[in-house]
């Protein structure tokens, strides 16, 4: 699922902050499976990179 900047603005700041700690969790888990080799979309890091960085730029706005 990806996370569009308008949805996030739309969103409370700890929503926000939730969300960012989900997402850091996935990409960890996603992490520790592609050095294990048993990541079937390897695409889905970056995909997870992209949508912590647009949290992260909607929490700068709001502050």
Do not use: C
């Amino acid at each position: 699922m990806k996370n569009k900047a308008s949805e996030l603005r739309k969103m409370s700041g700890e929503e926000l902050r939730k969300k960012d700690t989900e997402l850091r969790e996935e990409l960890f888990k996603l992490r520790f499976q592609h050095g294990v080799r048993q990541l079937e979309n390897p695409a889905r890091l970056q995909q997870l990179r992209k949508d912590i960085a647009r949290v992260q730029t909607v929490l700068t706005e709001q502050v």
